[in-house]
């Protein structure tokens, strides 16, 4: 089992920066694809960001492609999400997740992943 917890969020104006963490309390996250999910306001959970396993490929949704980038810690048991240029249609609770199983292919697949935390808030205004 992996406790996910995530931290960062706030409200920030339009062409502005945020930066949200995960952090894995209870297990590492080496060998687990990590990534992030957002769900807008009245909207469906969609997908945002994702590394695989090997942490050697990023996957992006189009709408963040560009403007937002994953990276990982292994050694501090961490993903954090850099959001940059933010709009206010990227207002969304913001979930990280974690999956010893997903493969490549499956990133931007929310039922392939394990472990999710309790999201965190973000929201841009105009």
């Known amino acids: 089992q992996v406790q996910l917890v995530e931290s960062g969020g706030g409200s920030v104006q339009a062409g502005g920066s945020l930066r949200v963490s995960c952090a894995a309390s209870?297990?590492?996250?080496?060998?687990?694809?990590v990534g992030w999910f957002r769900r807008p306001p009245g909207k469906e959970r969609e997908f945002g960001a994702a590394l695989s396993r090997s942490g050697s490929g990023a996957v992006y949704g189009g709408s963040v492609k560009g403007r937002f980038a994953i990276s990982r810690d292994n050694g501090k048991n961490t993903v954090t999400l850099q959001m940059n240029s933010l709009k206010p249609e990227d207002t969304a609770v913001y979930y990280c997740t974690a999956g010893r199983r997903v493969i490549t292919s499956s990133l931007t697949n929310f039922e392939q992943y394990d472990f999710w935390g309790q999201g965190t808030q973000v929201t841009v205004s105009s």
């Open positions: 209870t297990r590492s996250l080496s060998g687990h694809a």
